[in-house]
């Protein structure tokens, strides 16, 4: 990402722009604000490798911090803004900030979090007490480069399966940023990133998909259309009102969309050409639906904050391949192991595993595990490879039922589920059983009007029918736990841990 590239030959292209508010930079403006703030953090000592950590909302002074970071060669860090105070300062202790950058309604968290830590302390949108404001800092600053520009790197956290912190650093390069290579080329190129996209991005600026897309799409030339929150009717008016043309989203987002849609006519785009979702596979049903009201648009890739590698299913391989998360990007190859890590034939279920990318690793984590081959790593998730190497999620290890001794992958259950018109959205998880060890239970979001129509008895024997129809006995549903609504991340990904945690400690 290097503005200036852009900012020379189109100064007054449009990079940013937040759908609420119509605050907006660019190419140039995007430029001269990222080059003060380098010129800020080098003047408070920030060198290469040292890390800029954003506590952000999303909000027009993102693109800035992270366009000055990736220009000063430093370690670009955004970290969940809905941390609390004891959980960020975990983070923190990890990251090493030399710089933060923060707003007035996360200041009080991340200045606790922070201690004595000494660090640049910024504060956007007025400032806060024991922090400089960011406005008059830039002001004071040239608006020309740091002589020493280098291409700076991301920092991404992901909790894994244990909750804990844990940094995925790519490697820095050493180079110019404006003779940096392109990340996700391929993927890229698929969903027609380049000068003239317009990219609406929903979900927190912080998560690794809106993040990446945003990154890439800016060192295209592109334009991006940020919500400052989530809202499914404020996505539709954007895409209109903006012209996007590529559309980044979680599956929970789409389920969203499609109760708009059912509640109303929502007038579509002629502009939007493509849409991508990620952050967990999208159930077969939802793409179906999105499908016969969006057309054949919606691309699919599966990979995590740890890129490893990842996959990709086109909307038309997707009619063909329902329930694939497609094959692989690149040179990245996918393999289906055993638990003793043999590898196993198509159809198999077992552990998915990537080749590992050079270069890329987690630095607080050993990636060492007995049933690995060397260069291999895996994200913890189960499914299998067909004939023609397209893989097919069944859920994470830690979440198979295992059930009178035989596996029940929760992923088979809850597209089934997520099919019947009573539900809106639905998790499956395994609760204790005397006699089998586990048994089945499904929890449920109910559509709309659900509740209308049928008692919560009904509801649950229809939904337990409708199972068995389409598998086997012992993979259905013994229960059915109706729910107001299944907690979400702030990046609409189910948080079925704490699901699970509060149903088994209840």
Not at 9 to 35: C, E, F, K
Not at 431 to 448: D, I, T, W, Y
Request: with cysteine; glycine share 10%.
């Amino acid at each position: 990402m290097y503005p200036a590239t852009i900012a020379r030959t189109d100064p007054d292209r449009l990079a940013y722009v937040m759908a609420g508010s119509g605050a907006a930079l660019t190419y140039l403006a995007l430029d001269r604000a990222s080059n003060q703030l380098a010129q800020r953090l080098r003047l408070a000592g920030l060198v290469e490798g040292d890390t800029l950590l954003l506590v952000l909302e999303n909000r027009i002074e993102w693109p800035v911090a992270v366009a000055a970071g990736m220009r000063s060669g430093l370690y670009v860090t955004p970290v969940n803004s809905h941390l609390r105070a004891a959980e960020l300062e975990a983070l923190i202790s990890e990251a090493k900030p030399a710089a933060v950058i923060t707003s007035p309604q996360l200041a009080a968290t991340v200045s606790a979090a922070l201690g004595d830590r000494p660090c640049v302390r910024l504060c956007v949108g007025g400032g806060a007490e024991g922090f400089l404001g960011f406005d008059d800092e830039l002001a004071a600053m040239p608006t020309t480069p740091i002589p020493d520009e280098s291409f700076g790197a991301r920092v991404l956290y992901s909790g894994g399966t244990t909750g804990k912190p844990k940094a995925f650093r790519q490697k820095l390069l050493g180079v110019h940023p404006a003779h940096a290579p392109a990340r996700h080329g391929e993927l890229m190129q698929r969903l027609g990133i380049g000068p003239s996209a317009v990219l609406l991005s929903p979900a927190p600026n912080y998560h690794a998909a809106p993040f990446t897309f945003q990154l890439a799409t800016l060192t295209l030339g592109g334009t991006i259309v940020c919500l400052e929150k989530f809202d499914a009717a404020a996505a539709m008016r954007a895409i209109t009102d903006h012209g996007v043309t590529l559309s980044q989203w979680v599956p929970t987002m789409l389920i969203r969309l499609l109760d708009l849609h059912e509640s109303g006519e929502v007038p579509l785009s002629a502009t939007h050409r493509a849409a991508v979702t990620s952050g967990g596979p999208c159930s077969p049903e939802v793409k179906a639906r999105i499908d016969q009201w969006w057309g054949p648009i919606l691309h699919e890739y599966y990979g995590g904050s740890e890129g490893y590698g990842h996959t990709y299913i086109s909307p038309w391989e997707a009619r063909e391949r329902v329930g694939s998360v497609g094959r692989p990007l690149g040179a990245t190859r996918v393999h289906v192991t055993d638990g003793d890590g043999t590898e196993l034939p198509a159809n198999a279920v077992g552990t998915v595993w990537f080749e590992a990318v050079a270069g890329q690793q987690y630095v607080n984590q050993s990636d060492a595990s007995p049933t690995a081959r060397a260069g291999w790593k895996s994200m913890g998730d189960l499914g299998t490879l067909d004939d023609d190497g397209f893989l097919y999620l069944k859920g994470r290890e830690g979440y198979t039922i295992v059930s009178g001794g035989v596996n029940i992958y929760p992923d088979e259950v809850e597209a089934v589920l997520q099919s019947h018109p009573l539900v809106r959205d639905v998790v499956v998880l395994g609760e204790p059983n005397a006699e089998f060890g586990e048994q089945v239970l499904a929890v449920v979001e109910l559509a709309a009007d659900a509740g209308e129509t049928a008692s919560e008895s009904d509801v649950e024997a229809q939904l337990i029918a409708h199972a068995r129809e389409h598998l086997a006995t012992f993979k259905a549903p013994k229960r059915v736990m109706i729910v107001s609504s299944l907690p979400r991340l702030p990046t609409g990904k189910l948080n079925k841990k704490a699901l699970q945690d509060e149903l088994l400690t209840a």
